[in-house]
């Protein structure tokens, strides 16, 4: 896997980005070949032809993005997938439309759009149904074996075997002694004692510790691996990676007291406020009119004031009232579209909120989680924000097992705040938003 954003992303899943973007581009290079009468290098230099088909690279990678296109890749239908492409290009060709209008310089020739988007069209596709047929049948992966049985190696076990694409497999594990919790979905290779002859019979690539009893952990031995080369994690760090979140299973005070990431850094604290302060204020300019309008539809649907208002706890518990559209009776729609949560823009030029944090909770509430889940207060470390990492990360919140969940993502949020996840948050909370999700 590769970290970008403070995200850990499937390496194929970049490879497939990266190559499906250098064979789009290629695409529209051969049209601009085939349908130009001027040289090739004059139209890529000369008449800026270079940009406008980086340009329609992006549009068209990003259209794929919003199409959910990398984030589950496998060809389940080859019929959908033409599908998709098709709806991505007509889109690119109602966005050059667009452009055509107000005259920009990153229009392209009309037939290089033609014959470009038929290449893509057909190359394209293809190229995906060979790359996850590749990737499927080599994804073996780096191959890990654990030490212990914990809660977070079987659901570590289970969901690397569901999505090889993740490109890590597990071979097996080892535990303290055969009553131990077994890992439904890993043969059990022995004990502790037989590490030395499973290393030299399986050669794993990393070791992954999650033993519920540390002092079962054999110190010396596991040294003297790590000095030789061998990569040992701990599960934790495996499940951050996997799930985007920090798991409270087992969870000691200790890591809590001494962790460096309880708080986020103080510099990216004032960077977020900075920016969130600027995108708040652009944001409510530019949507003053859809805010008026959807005033309007609220004053016309029922009786009743426009905005409510609720008593949520924000950073460090200081309590402040988050601003809202009513939605009573045209709740569907608004809430699909996140047009209630516009209001709350003012909350973030008040310095209450940020664009991202997580999600602001009554004050009632959260006195309740606070007594029923260890470490609940640690996510008022920072402000809340109108979208976040839980949000777009996780379903409705019903039950307790939901909330600590929903804490487990607030808490990578926390340890990882920066100006790069905030983006990634946004770009994928608008694509939510878009498709009304």
């Known amino acids: 896997m590769i970290r970008l954003f403070k995200v850990s992303i499937p390496s194929s899943a970049v490879a497939l980005i990266l190559s499906e973007s250098a064979l789009i581009f290629a695409c529209y290079l051969l049209a601009a070949h085939l349908a130009l009468d001027v040289p090739l290098v004059t139209f890529l230099f000369d008449q800026s032809g270079y940009w406008q ?30 599908q998709q492409f098709c709806l991505v290009l007509g889109i690119a060709f109602l966005l050059q439309s667009l452009l055509a209008v107000g005259r920009f310089g990153i229009l392209l020739p009309k037939w290089v759009m033609v014959y470009g988007s038929g290449v893509v069209l057909v190359v394209v596709p293809l190229w995906r149904v060979l790359f996850t047929t590749l990737a499927r049948k080599s994804s073996g992966g780096q191959k890990l074996l654990f030490l212990g049985s914990s809660a977070e190696v079987q659901e570590i076990v289970q969901t690397l075997n569901d999505i090889p694409e993740l490109g890590m497999s597990p071979i097996g594990y080892l535990d303290t002694e055969p009553g131990s919790d077994p890992v439904p979905a890993a043969p059990r290779l022995g004990s502790l004692a037989d590490l030395d002859a499973v290393l030299s019979e399986n050669h794993p690539a990393r070791l992954v510790v999650g033993l519920a009893n540390p002092e079962d952990l054999p110190v010396e031995r596991l040294l003297e691996l790590r000095l030789g080369g061998l990569r040992i994690d701990e599960a934790s760090s495996i499940y951050e990676a996997i799930f985007g979140r920090i798991p409270s299973c087992d969870l000691p005070p200790s890591r809590i007291v001494f962790a460096r990431d309880v708080h986020p850094r103080t510099t990216n604290v004032a960077l977020q406020s900075f920016y969130s302060f600027v995108t708040a204020l652009i944001a409510l300019l530019a949507a003053l009119p859809v805010m008026a309008g959807v005033a309007l539809i609220v004053i016309l649907s029922s009786p009743g004031p426009v905005l409510v208002r609720e008593r949520c706890a924000g950073l460090h518990g200081k309590e402040f009232f988050v601003f809202k559209f009513r939605s009573a009776q045209i709740g569907n729609w608004i809430r699909a579209l996140r047009l209630n949560l516009l209001p709350q823009l003012f909350n973030v030029l008040r310095g209450e909120m940020s664009i991202v944090g997580p999600r602001p909770e009554r004050t009632e509430f959260v006195s309740a989680l606070e007594e029923k889940i260890p470490y609940y207060r640690q996510r008022l470390a920072v402000k809340p924000g109108i979208t976040g990492w839980a949000q777009i990360n996780e379903k409705d919140i019903s039950t307790i097992e939901d909330s600590i969940t929903k804490l487990e993502f607030d808490r990578y949020y926390i340890k990882n705040l920066s100006f790069w996840l905030d983006a990634y948050i946004v770009l994928h909370t608008l694509k939510r938003a878009l498709l009304g999700r």
Not at 63 to 76: Q, W
């Open 53 to 82: 088909i980086s340009f329609e690279t992006a549009v068209i990678v990003l259209g794929l993005y919003f199409s959910d296109l990398y984030e589950n890749f496998r060809v389940r239908s080859r019929i959908r997938l033409v």
